[in-house]
Each structure stands twice: as C-alpha cells, then as structure tokens.
C-alpha cells in the first residue's frame, strides 16, 4: 500500500465519531439490510458507505418481467432509467441515500477486501476503510458451457442475453425493438422468434416478456417438468398447458448443445442434443444462477456454494463480515426467493445495530407466491406425499387451468401447492408457518363449505401473517401503517410495498387494509384519476386540457404531471383521449399509441397481423368476397376465418405486408383492433324473416357508417336484431337495439358476453330509426367524455346508474343533448379511414420490423456480467 493509497480511520477526536458501515451490494438484499439497520438507528451508530455494481439505485428485480413486457413496441434506452424516477421499479431511488446520509458508489465494483487493515478496494482504484462490512453481493446467471454462447472472453455473442439485471431487461428491448446498435437478425419467413433455455421462474417470465413483443417464443428444458424447483409433475402440466394456451411452445426434456450463429455473427439459430435446430434471433439463458463469491473467495473467506456463515450471518471467518442474501450459506442452504433473506436481513440489523446482540437466524421454511407469466402460482414445503401415512388433498380443474393440493402429516400442514387460483394462499401459509390445528374435514383448507368458520377472513389472520412475500410485509405492518395514519389501500402499499412485487397479493392487501380501516376511508383518490401520472379525475382533466389548449400527450405530460416528465403508462389513456376531445386538431405522437393502433391491425401471438375489411351491418357482396378470396391466395394468408361479429379475417398478415394488403383489398379497415367503435352485428330482419318487427339490416349498416371508427375509452360492440327472438345477440352488447311491435326500436346499453356476462338494461323506447341513431350516438358520446380509461359499458352503466343515464342522455335533464350531439357530429365529420391515409410510413419501422441499420464505430465495451462460467 503506498502513502496516497493509505486508508485513514475515523477517531474519538475526529468530528463524526461513528463507526465505518460498509455495504457491498447494492441489490434487494443488502439495501433490505440497511433499511433494517436504518430503522434500528443505525445512523447514528455509522457512517455508511454502500457500493452497487449496477449505475442505479435500488431496484425491485422482481418487477424486471414487467419492465420487459409492459415497454413492448417502444426502444428502451438505459438513459431512460437513471435511477432517480420515483417509478415503481426503484425501491430506493439515488435520492434515498442522500436523504439518509448514505454515500452511494453506483456503477463501482469492490474487487478485493484487506481484513487486516478493514479496508475494501474499488475497481475505481478507491480504497474505503470499514469497521463493520456487510457482503450482498448476491448472484449471477448461470452460462452453461455451450458452443455460440460467447462473442470473447467477456461478451455473449449479440442476440444472447441473460435475465438477471435492469440493463439485461433494456438489452433485450433495445434488441427485439431493431436498434442498430443491438440489432437481431428476421428470419427469411418474416417472424421473429426466441428461444429461451431454462423453464424455471425467471425463463417463463421472460418468455412472457418477449411475446408481448409479438415473438413467436420458446422454452427449451432440459426435464420434463416446468418450474421443477417449485412444482411436481401435475402441477407443471397445468401450468404448461396454460402457458401454451396463451401461445408458447414448450420443448420439454431437450437440452441445447450449440448456438447457431449466422453471416453476421449473431445469432440466427440453437442446436439440441439430438441434432435437430430451431431458427431464432434471439436466445436468453435462464439455466439457473450461481452466487457471487468470487469477491469473497479472493480476500479469504471460507466459501463452499456460497460464503459460509454462522447463525448471527457473520462470515464464520471474521466476526467483522456479514454476509446476506444468496451469496450467504447458512447450515448448508442458500436461499433465492425473497422471504428468508428478509428475515437474514433482520437478524443482521439486530446484531449489527446491539438491537438484540443475541439474534440468530436458525433457516426458513419455504412458502412462495408467484406470478409466473401472468399465471399465478404458490408453493409451500414438501410437493407430494413423502410417507404412506401422510394425507393428501387434491383438486385439477385443467379447463380453468386449476390445480391444487395440500400435503398433511400427523395432523400438520406440511406442504401446498397452487396453480391459476390462489386464493387459499395466506391461509394455507398462516397454517404452514404456525403448525396451527387443521379443520377434520380436510377439503375445508382448499374450499369454503357451508357456514363453517375456517378462519380464513383477513380480520381473522394473525398479525404475524405474511401478506407479501415478495417484501416482506405482514397484516401487522399493514395495520400498523392504517394506524399510524394512512387512510386507503395504495398509501399502505406505497409506506410497506405491499403489493409492489410480482403483484399476485394485491387483493389480499387490499382486504386486509379495508378490514383495519373499518369500511372507512378506505377509497382511495389515485383510483378516481384518469390516468396515473395526472392527479386529476377525467372532467376536471378534459377542463384543464381544454382551457390551456393542449393538443399534445407531451403538453399535457408537462402542463399537469407534477413532475412534468412523461409517464409510459399513461401515454395510451391520455392518447385517445385528446383524440376525441380535438378529432381536427390533436397532434399525432404515435410512441402514445399500442401497436395495433400504429399498424392498423391486430397483432397475434405469433407476431403477424389480422385484417378485417368493414363490412357495414354484416352485410357483404359477391365482389366483396371474391376480392378477398384474391388477396388472400395473392399473399398467401395462411387462415381466412368468420368473426364472431359476422366479417371475415384475415390471419397471419406480416407487419411489412400490412400496406400492400389494403391496397390489394381496397376495401376500408373494419377497425377490429382499437379502443373504438368496432363492429354492428345484425340479423336479416325485415328483409326476409318471417318475424322480423323491423328493418335491423339497414339500421345496423347506418350505425356503423355514421360511428366507424369513433375512438372511446375502450372498444364498442353493437347488435340490432328485428324482433325480440334476438338473433343479432343484441341485450348483451355494449349498445344494442331490438325491434318492438309499432315498429318501435328499444335501445339497450351495458351488456356483455365476454368474460363478463351481463344483460343490457333498457335506456330507452324510440319510435324512428332516425331517433335510434341520434339517441345512440349521444350515449356514446357521454361514455366517451365519462368512462375512466379501460372501462367498458357493462361497468360503466351500473357505475353512473341507469336512471342518471336516463335523464342525461334521454330527458336531457341537465341541458346535455346538444352538445354531446355536435361534439359527436364533429368526430364523425373528422374520420378518416386509416387504411386509406397510412400508405406511407409515419415513423422508421412502423411497417417493418428493425429500424434502418445505422454503421457504428465499434468501440470496446467491459462487460458488467464478468467472465464466462
């Protein structure tokens, strides 16, 4: 050590007299340990000094599947994330530190620990001294060996990703969104598509992540049992048929030999074991993790998996070194989900702090909530009966994709499996944890019979009872932060986090926080705001749009966002609607708009498009027809299939083709994907059926001519039938009318046939088809003004209720009708058919699938993953 590198220790005669705490990770588990020391007052015992790998503050990796899926369609850069957003994403944002007098080294690596002068060494070629070192080094993914995998020593070839980090996340997105600078190959048939190796947790959330993207995804495990660190056989076959359900192709018991690269040195394929190969621009490796210990093995610590340490998480080497997270080894576990490495975390602090000298951390039991891929999934203990005396409960319901079990020995709850329906988890958790007494009738644990009381309300639950696993959170905290003052379900959720992981405990935490609050108080004021960035309910939103004059997503962001920065999740509500308030004038940013709506077309799982042609009321002609027959034999459009809404689509048109098959159609876009007016089903009425009470057919062509096209809230779908038998299905759409003896027209609004099942209620009897029109287009236009972003007709009518609907629209009792009919009238005087005016790219890549390669001098880049394994 030379004099400029000597480390100089604070002293009783140097003005800050505490102790040096230094934190080497920067990750979930080691600012969870500061956060437990923080609150034991730790700040007043040291000067605390933390150093991340990673530029950023702290962020919650679990919301990294998120991150991935939810950008779909946009180019994520990592400037985009300078870790200072008060985002969800960021637990503890820079500026936490500094609020707490931490000195924060983002982006610094500790490359080796000197325990006998206490000091650690930056690769910055900064020395710090410590007093107290906690190692949260956490871990890495796994690369197994494999031909292809590697550009050089230190980076994956491109179009290799691991799945680990926020930059991994950004990597990706940049990737599949065509970036020059990491750009994938598009195979010769048009479609992108992925392989992923590994079908645990972090491989299925990926695999999801990517197809929100519209690649064609696949899995690729080597047994054949999905998550088979969490689940047993069974289980994973519910999950697998789910997963495929939603479009993923499983290869199950395959192993991956080779990554095949193409003429460009990226990667254009994978090879398996058997020798078959599966084309792909894109490969992510999720074969596992490993943990950091290369730190620790360097400076002297005992490592085996993983650093060895005692009951009190102190390096069993050095009773100055603490150890947390999954680099630590205790009695011969390392653990990898968030439940026990809080608790390490806690035991740490009481140690670390003299909050409880004599703290140990004696192992965890298991007990898991997941949502793996949008499905959700909860593991506790032992999978499958392990003794021909334990008990076992099961119940698979594969059409729901269901499955569940409880595992019972000696009268104790041993082990719990849950898959699509987790409603039992907290319950079945509470029970695992306690050893608590079990109902005698066994199926009571998976299902609520009769009036017996299981114990299973949220008022009911201990205080000890975790509610969220993914940080840490019980009922007590929960209500101890009603009672410290929080009066609804989101503030409770922003001081714990509760609810802020995978998400899969929200509705656990919200009946939680409403049993605490009494019933009162418990609605929250985020949940009136229009969209999330902006305070404000949609009227007094619409009011301040109108009175500044914002025409744009990006004036509105800066005019009324409290911190005048654009917010990704409100760009799509905030799009449409400034496009109803100003048809004429609203300024097109087409990065506010999904996919759909910037092609025109709906996209499919496997990243091709669907096309349909409006046909006005259902109604159709043999040219019509034969043109279709032409384009589709012309661009060999693989399924040509009849909607449910009586069109004809076109499936499986490649985004690049999209244009030249409007062209060949020249027929005007049946806007079968947007949040709009969609389509008018009708029967034959008057025209030919021997019932019909009146002309459906041409009433359902006039809808949908005058409305096409109107953009609302969320999409529109409307019936006409002829007489009351209601073959049009009119009583549950959105909007429907049914002809009445007169002939007189009963218009119906709210309905549903979907997921939700609903009866449209009557808003009105009318006696003229001119006075059905205009009645329908005003209702229309009040949803649109008044529905919040998303909701539908069927929860927006029992929302304002139908006789407030009544007077306003019908009876005009609130001098509403004019004005709701002109501003109408303008929308429609300002429609454009899309098919017709988008001949030409708006935007690079909005018809093609990689932005213009741009030639980059290629500047060496080190690589923060480290070597390969």
């Given at each position: 050590m030379t004099a400029l590198e000597e480390p100089t220790h604070r002293t009783a005669t140097d003005r800050d007299t505490r102790a040096e705490l230094v934190v080497?990770?920067?990750?979930?588990?080691?600012?969870?340990?500061?956060?437990?020391?923080?609150?034991?007052?730790?700040?007043?015992?040291?000067?605390?000094?933390?150093?991340?790998?990673?530029?950023?503050?702290?962020?919650?990796?679990?919301?990294?599947?998120?991150?991935?899926?939810?950008?779909?369609?946009?180019?994520?850069?990592?400037?985009?994330?300078?870790?200072?957003?008060?985002?969800?994403?960021f637990l503890n944002p820079r500026a936490w530190y500094d609020d707490n007098g931490i000195t924060l080294h983002a982006g610094v690596r500790v490359v080796r620990i000197d325990r006998h002068a206490k000091v650690v060494y930056g690769?910055?070629?900064?020395?710090t001294p410590y007093d107290t070192l906690v190692l949260a080094t956490g871990s890495r993914s796994f690369f197994p060996p494999m031909d292809g995998m590697w550009a050089s020593d230190t980076e994956l070839t491109p179009g290799v990703f691991g799945f680990r980090s926020l930059d991994d996340a950004t990597g990706m997105l940049r990737h599949v969104a065509g970036d020059a600078a990491m750009r994938s190959s598009t195979r010769e048939d048009g479609k992108r598509s992925a392989v992923v190796i590994g079908g645990?947790?972090?491989?299925?959330?990926?695999?999801?992540?990517?197809?929100?993207?519209?690649?064609?995804?696949?899995?690729?495990?080597?047994?054949?049992?999905?998550?088979?660190?969490?689940?047993?056989?069974?289980?994973?076959?519910?999950?697998?048929?789910?997963?495929?359900?939603?479009?993923?192709?499983?290869?199950?018991?395959?192993?991956?030999?080779?990554?095949?690269?193409?003429?460009?040195?990226?990667?254009?394929?994978?090879?398996?074991?058997?020798?078959?190969?599966?084309?792909c621009d894109t490969v992510v490796v999720t074969a596992g993790i490993r943990p950091n210990i290369g730190l620790a093995v360097v400076s002297g610590l005992e490592t085996q998996r993983a650093i060895v340490v005692d009951d009190r998480m102190r390096s069993v080497d050095d009773d100055d070194i603490f150890v947390v997270g999954e680099c630590a080894q205790h009695r011969g576990e390392v653990y990898g989900v968030v439940g026990p490495l809080w608790e390490q975390a806690a035991v740490l602090a009481d140690v670390v702090t003299g909050a409880d000298p004599g703290a140990e951390y004696h192992g965890s039991r298991l007990a898991t909530k997941l949502k793996v891929a949008g499905v959700d999934v909860a593991q506790m203990g032992v999978k499958s009966p392990e003794r021909e005396s334990d008990e076992f409960v099961q119940f698979s319901e594969t059409g729901r994709g269901v499955y569940q079990t409880v595992v019972i020995r000696d009268g104790t709850l041993i082990g719990a499996t849950l898959v699509g329906d987790i409603s039992k988890a907290a319950a079945l958790t509470q029970a695992f944890d306690s050893r608590s007494?079990?109902?005698?009738?066994?199926?009571?644990?998976?299902?609520?019979?009769?009036?017996?009381?299981?114990?299973?309300?949220?008022?009911?639950?201990?205080?000890?009872?975790?509610?969220?696993?993914?940080?840490?959170?019980?009922?007590?905290?929960?209500?101890?932060?009603?009672?410290?003052?929080?009066?609804s379900v989101s503030a409770c959720m922003a001081a714990t986090r509760a609810g802020k992981g995978c998400g899969s405990c929200k509705g656990l935490v919200t009946e939680v926080v409403e049993a605490a609050l009494g019933g009162e108080g418990a609605a929250d004021p985020a949940d009136s705001y229009y969209v999330p960035a902006i305070p404000m309910d949609k009227p007094t939103l619409m009011a301040e749009i109108r009175s500044r004059g914002l025409t744009s997503v990006s004036a509105v962001f800066e005019a009324l966002a409290p911190d005048g920065k654009d917010h990704v999740g409100s760009k799509m509500g905030l799009t449409a609607l400034l496009r109803m308030m100003w048809p004429d004038d609203v300024v097109d940013e087409r990065d506010g708009r999904f996919i759909n709506d910037r092609v025109h077309g709906n996209i499919q799982r496997d990243g091709t498009f669907s096309v349909v042609p409006r046909m006005s009321g259902g109604v159709t002609t043999p040219a019509q027809l034969r043109r279709i027959a032409d384009v589709a034999e012309k661009h060999d459009i693989p399924m040509v299939k009849l909607t449910g809404?009586?069109?004809?689509?076109?499936?499986?048109?490649?985004?690049?083709?999209?244009?030249?098959?409007?062209?060949?159609?020249?027929?005007?876009?049946?806007?079968?994907?947007?949040?709009?007016?969609?389509?008018?089903?009708?029967?034959?009425?008057?025209?030919?059926?021997?019932?019909g009470l009146g002309d459906s057919t041409q009433l359902g062509i006039d809808l949908e001519e005058r409305y096409k096209g109107i953009e609302g809230p969320a999409k529109m779908k409307l019936g006409?039938?002829?007489?009351?038998?209601?073959?049009?299905?009119?009583?549950?759409?959105?909007?429907?009318?049914?002809?009445?003896?007169?002939?007189?027209?009963?218009?119906?609004?709210?309905?549903?046939?979907?997921?939700?099942?609903?009866?449209?209620?009557?808003?009105?009897?009318?006696?003229?088809?001119?006075e059905?029109?205009?009645?329908?287009?005003?209702?229309?236009?009040?949803?649109?003004?008044?529905?919040?972003?998303?909701?539908?007709?069927?929860?927006?009518?029992?929302?304002?209720?139908?006789?407030?609907?009544?007077?306003?629209v019908v009876d005009d009792a609130e001098g509403l009708a004019d004005g709701l009919d002109a501003r109408?009238?303008?929308?429609?005087?300002?429609?454009?058919?899309?098919?017709a005016t988008d001949q030409r790219e708006r935007t690079p890549g909005q018809f093609h699938d990689a932005l213009p390669i741009i030639p980059l001098p290629q500047v060496p880049v080190r690589s923060s993953s480290g070597s390969p394994a």
């Open positions: 080497v990770g920067n990750g979930m588990s080691g600012a969870r340990a500061l956060e437990e020391i923080l609150a034991r007052g730790g700040d007043e015992m040291f000067a605390i000094t933390v150093f991340g790998d990673e530029p950023y503050g702290n962020y919650n990796r679990i919301l990294l599947s998120e991150v991935l899926a939810n950008a779909a369609g946009q180019v994520v850069d990592n400037d985009d994330v300078d870790g200072d957003d008060e985002d969800e994403l690769d910055d070629g900064s020395v645990g947790l972090l491989g299925l959330e990926a695999a999801a992540g990517l197809q929100a993207h519209g690649l064609a995804v696949h899995v690729v495990h080597p047994t054949e049992v999905l998550m088979n660190q969490q689940l047993e056989a069974q289980a994973s076959a519910v999950l697998r048929s789910k997963l495929e359900d939603m479009g993923m192709h499983m290869h199950l018991g395959v192993k991956t030999s080779e990554i095949l690269l193409g003429d460009d040195g990226a990667v254009s394929g994978v090879r398996f074991t058997d020798g078959s190969t599966l084309g007494a079990l109902p005698e009738e066994r199926i009571r644990l998976l299902f609520d019979l009769g009036s017996a009381d299981d114990g299973t309300s949220a008022a009911d639950l201990p205080d000890d009872t975790q509610i969220c696993n993914c940080n840490g959170v019980s009922k007590g905290d929960l209500v101890a932060c009603v009672e410290g003052g929080a009066e809404g009586q069109r004809i689509d076109l499936l499986g048109v490649p985004k690049e083709k999209l244009q030249e098959v409007w062209a060949d159609l020249d027929m005007p876009s049946g806007w079968a994907y947007g949040k709009s007016f969609r389509t008018v089903k009708t029967c034959v009425g008057t025209d030919f059926c021997r019932f006409v039938s002829g007489c009351p038998r209601n073959c049009a299905e009119s009583m549950v759409k959105d909007v429907g009318l049914v002809a009445i003896e007169g002939p007189r027209w009963q218009i119906y609004v709210g309905g549903a046939a979907g997921a939700t099942v609903r009866q449209g209620e009557v808003l009105a009897t009318v006696d003229s088809h001119d059905a029109l205009r009645l329908v287009g005003r209702f229309l236009q009040y949803y649109r003004e008044h529905a919040n972003w998303l909701e539908r007709t069927y929860d927006f009518v029992p929302r304002m209720g139908l006789e407030y609907l009544k007077a306003v109408m009238q303008e929308a429609v005087d300002a429609y454009a058919d899309p098919w």
